[in-house]
């Protein structure tokens, strides 16, 4: 019914940048927040940042600073520039869209498979 699918992940230097992309598709009505959150091995999932679709966002203190979202709400689509990457920030990134679908009417959060992002230093 509905897809979220991530990319963009790879390895990098630590100082680097990535750039995140992920497009919400299948049978959606209207998508009101999109954000990305990460997990990294032991740790539990996390918010890096989120937006919604009055524009508003929010950023994860330990990001702040050194990424940016942004969306494409013709898209369905939620992009996370990363810039100096630290090995800290090494992790898989989860998108996630909280919308309604055609089905039924009412908000659902929905998770991508998740891209792995790795920062070596």
């Known amino acids: 019914q509905v897809q979220l699918v991530e990319s963009g992940g790879g390895l990098v230097q630590a100082g680097g940048s990535l750039r995140l992309s992920c497009v919400a598709s299948?049978?959606?009505?209207?998508?009101?927040?999109m954000d990305w959150y990460r997990q990294a091995p032991g740790n539990e999932r996390e918010l890096v940042a989120s937006?919604?679709?009055?524009?508003?966002?929010n950023y994860g203190q330990s990001v702040k600073g050194r990424v940016t979202i942004s969306r494409d709400m013709s898209k369905n689509a939620v992009y996370l520039q990363m810039n100096g990457l630290k090995a800290e920030d090494t992790a898989t990134y989860y998108c996630?869209?909280?919308?309604?679908?055609?089905?039924?009417?009412?908000?659902?959060?929905?998770w991508g498979q998740g891209t792995q992002v790795t920062v070596s230093s």
């Open positions: 996630r869209a909280t919308l309604k679908t055609l089905d039924h009417q009412r908000s659902e959060g929905y």
């Open positions: 937006m919604n679709d009055n524009g508003n966002i």
């Open positions: 299948g049978r959606i009505l209207s998508v009101s927040v």
